[in-house]
């Protein structure tokens, strides 16, 4: 069957005008980031879903969220340049701190967007964008803190201490020398960076089960879809690196507590 040449046209026609619109709004919304225009930010957000890109939209607002991210870090580590380091009492909680209040303040303020734009039960898609980030700049933080801190030869120290049972806090002093922190501070900072990351976490758990919960599907579907996000939020480079400072934290809360009794 043959279709109306009028008809075909008006099929090329729309088709030619949709690419266009496709193409403009592509630019449009990467302008608008460039140039931190939030309120084009936004129009543009709201027009993929329109025009038939949903998950386009979706990656290039999780790589705006990205990129917020890293700007925002990019002034605290300035900031921090110009503190003098007697004025921050644990620079490693302070930075990781920044880093996880920055991530759910920007979450929160973006997250309606996506909610409002796209219809629920993409929260968690935007989530992922914004731990990428998260996970690059922790491992940055905690890498800095292993370094300053020479958090390995501390525990390793700390580890031949405990094992030779004869040694005593002396060895471990000049074992773990060259400008090691004590190891009570460093338990500390550990304990509380830890603390830290476990509200993050529910926080970004939370949102994510709520965004899932109104969606209209199947109990058993959601079901699915919580455990996913919940799998890769507990297997996330963050929780990784905090799982590794847990095992040194182990060793050095057992040497300092035997330390303790020989005092």
């Known amino acids: ?118 219809g629920p039960g993409h929260v968690f898609t935007i989530t992922k964008s914004a731990q990428a ?9 905690v890498d800095s803190f292993r370094s300053l801190r020479h958090l ?12 030779s049972h004869s040694a005593g806090v002396s060895a471990f002093n000049e074992a773990a020398a060259s400008g090691c922190s004590s190891v009570e501070s460093v338990i500390s900072e550990i304990v509380t960076a830890n603390s830290r990351v476990d509200l993050y976490l529910r926080f970004v758990k939370r949102r994510i089960a709520h965004d899932i919960s109104q969606t209209d599907t199947e109990i058993s579907e959601k079901q699915d879809k919580s455990n996913q996000a919940y799998a890769f939020f507990n297997q996330c480079e963050l929780v990784r690196l905090m799982q590794n400072l847990v095992g040194n934290y182990v060793v050095l809360e057992g040497f300092f507590l035997h330390s303790m009794v020989l005092k």
């Open 152 to 163: 390995d030869a501390m525990t390793n120290a700390a580890q031949h201490c405990l094992a």
């Open 1 to 118: 069957m043959r279709v109306n040449v009028p008809v075909q046209e008006a099929y090329e026609a729309l088709d030619i005008y949709h690419k266009k619109m496709i193409k403009l709004t592509e630019e449009q919304f990467d302008l608008a980031v460039n140039q931190g225009d939030k309120a084009n930010i936004q129009l543009f957000a709201k027009i993929f879903p329109l025009i038939g890109r949903r998950n386009e939209g979706l990656e290039r607002f999780g790589n705006y969220i990205r990129s917020l991210i890293s700007t925002k870090m990019e002034q605290y580590t300035h900031q921090n340049h110009c503190r003098t380091q007697s004025s921050i009492s644990a620079p490693f909680v302070d930075m990781l701190t920044r880093l996880l209040e920055a991530v759910a303040e920007i979450l929160k303020d973006n997250l309606v967007y996506i909610e409002t734009f796209y």
């Open 133 to 141: 980030e998260c996970d690059r700049q922790a491992r940055r933080i």
